[in-house]
């Protein structure tokens, strides 16, 4: 059998190695040398007036943006609720609860409008939330100018979870630029990776000298060790920061090659009936980090889990879309506002093959397999 073909897997032709050999000739694997700083500024300067903190993961990343908002025990935080659990998980390692809000139908992230019923709801229950988390899904923006009016209007931060969406931008402006905070992933499936790693991204410089500080243990600047506060090991290693940085010079045209696959996809299945992807609106250009596309069963005749089975037998990767958290059995007990919509796209979507080396005999491939299936059904 050939080798599996996965939704999204790296590519390393650019000089990772090289960079690499550098920082093990360094002496320097840790917290400390020449790549994190070297990473750090490339994407910082990417980003024009936002700043950059390397650390080890996604999810230490929207950890730490949370302590920084100064959310603690007991506290409520609004999150998206179609999203990987990591979005939301560090509200409940804080002691805080988060508050689940559905989709909207164009871009699949967060509904603005159910957003401003949620808000009003806690209110009313005299409870203000501490944060809103939102997510850019797959590498698609959320309506961020809708949101942004909100929680301006009731005064409520904003925390972009764009570990998706590196090099997706909205209305020309990147993803995670936004909120007071954004995070980012390089874990090793996203579109650049570092092996683990993640980034806080803010314009406000003492929120990012702050969180470094509290990523290496919340160490004062004095010949012993002291600690005024609580802190974490969270900083990116200089390993990671090398591959990081080789990544980060490949991302522009990883990003074309992710959307040239993605409008390959729309071309081969333009005439399959009941066969839908995500919109790409006006305001918002997506990295498609993962192309995702939409069956209706009533029009196709099959479901998204045959299609996903017949691919599974040819070799091929495929995968439901996020499941939902307010409908994880570890968060029933959660408030959710909202009504079907990503429960919808969870029971009608498949993500399809998406790397950045996948090859047009590969797509084809795929596209037979989805043909096959709609000629047992006439
Ligand atoms: C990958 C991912 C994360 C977590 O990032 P890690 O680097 O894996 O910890 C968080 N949110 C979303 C939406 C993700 O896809």
């Not at 959310?71 to 609720?81: K, L, N, P």
Request: charged share 20%; glycine share 8%; proline share 4%.
């Amino acid at each position: 059998m050939p080798q599996m073909l996965h939704l999204s897997f790296p590519v390393f032709d650019g000089n990772e190695s090289l960079y690499l050999q550098q920082a093990v000739s360094s002496g320097y694997l840790a917290t400390n040398g020449a790549f994190i700083n070297k990473f750090e500024t490339k994407l910082s300067k990417r980003l024009r007036s936002h700043q950059t903190v390397g650390l080890n993961s996604g999810t230490s990343a929207l950890h730490l943006a949370l302590v920084l908002l100064g959310v603690g025990q007991g506290d409520e935080v609004i999150c998206q609720s179609f999203t990987f659990c990591a979005s939301a998980n560090p509200i409940v390692y804080l002691g805080g609860t988060p508050i689940f809000v559905d989709s909207e139908e164009e871009s699949w992230n967060i509904n603005p409008e159910i957003l401003e019923d949620a808000i009003l709801g806690r209110l009313a229950l005299g409870k203000k939330p501490k944060a809103i988390i939102v997510v850019h899904l797959f590498g698609m923006p959320a309506k961020m100018r809708e949101i942004l009016e909100i929680a301006s209007k009731y005064n409520i931060p904003v925390l972009e979870d764009a570990a998706e969406a590196v090099g997706s931008t909205y209305q020309g402006q990147f993803c995670g630029t936004f909120g007071k905070l954004g995070i980012y992933s390089f874990n090793g499936n996203k579109i650049i990776t570092t092996g683990g790693g993640g980034a806080i991204i803010s314009n406000d410089t003492s929120l990012i000298e702050k969180a470094k500080y509290l990523s290496t243990q919340a160490r004062e600047d004095l010949p012993f060790y002291q600690h005024l506060e609580i802190g974490f090991n969270y900083r990116m290693t200089n390993m990671a920061a090398a591959i990081g940085l080789a990544q980060l010079e490949k991302l522009d045209q990883f990003v074309q090659k992710r959307r040239q696959i993605n409008q390959r996809y729309r071309e081969l299945f333009k005439d399959f009936p009941g066969i839908s992807f995500q919109t790409e609106y006006d305001d918002a250009y997506s990295n498609f980090w993962l192309t995702t596309i939409i069956i209706d069963e009533k029009v196709t005749g099959f479901s998204n889990d045959r299609l996903r089975v017949q691919f599974f037998k040819n070799g091929i990767e495929t995968r439901f879309l996020w499941k939902p958290l307010h409908l994880q059995p570890v968060y029933k007990t959660v408030p959710f506002y909202g009504g079907l919509v990503s429960e919808q796209l969870f029971l009608k979507g498949l993500c399809l093959p998406s790397s950045v080396n996948l090859s047009e005999q590969d797509q084809y491939r795929i596209f037979e397999i989805v043909e096959r299936e709609f000629s047992k059904i006439s």
